[in-house]
């Protein structure tokens, strides 16, 4: 019933930009705490930022000046634009409705140096 549906992951130079999407269905998309985690092959699932109901956002350390949550309650979409990208953003990145605990299935994001 719940779906969340990630687009957007590629391949991309160091330096450069993508722009990830997160398409919900089956929950009341406005009221929800929305996140992106990413995991890197042989590493713990980590947080990389969190978008309120309330439009609040916070960002990791390691992401700040570099990446934007944001959010279109209209399409029930929260985006990630990734600016200014390292090898070492390389990882699947998920979408997580965080306070019902759903997960998407990941878009990978490959980062060359």
């Known amino acids: 019933q719940v779906q969340l549906v990630e687009s957007g992951g590629g391949l991309v130079q160091a330096g450069g930009s993508l722009r990830l999407s997160c398409a919900a269905s089956g929950i009341i998309f406005s009221v929800n705490a929305m996140g992106w985690y990413r995991q890197a092959p042989g590493k713990q699932r980590e947080l990389v930022a969190r978008?309120?109901?309330?439009?609040?956002?916070t960002h990791a350390d390691s992401v700040k000046g570099r990446f934007t949550i944001s959010r279109d309650n209209a399409k029930s979409t929260v985006y990630l634009q990734m600016n200014s990208l390292k090898p070492e953003d390389t990882a699947v990145y998920y979408c997580?409705?965080?306070?019902?605990?759903?997960w998407g299935k990941g878009t990978l994001v490959t980062v060359s140096s």
């Open positions: 978008i309120f109901s309330s439009g609040i956002t």
């Open positions: 997580h409705t965080l306070s019902m605990d759903y």
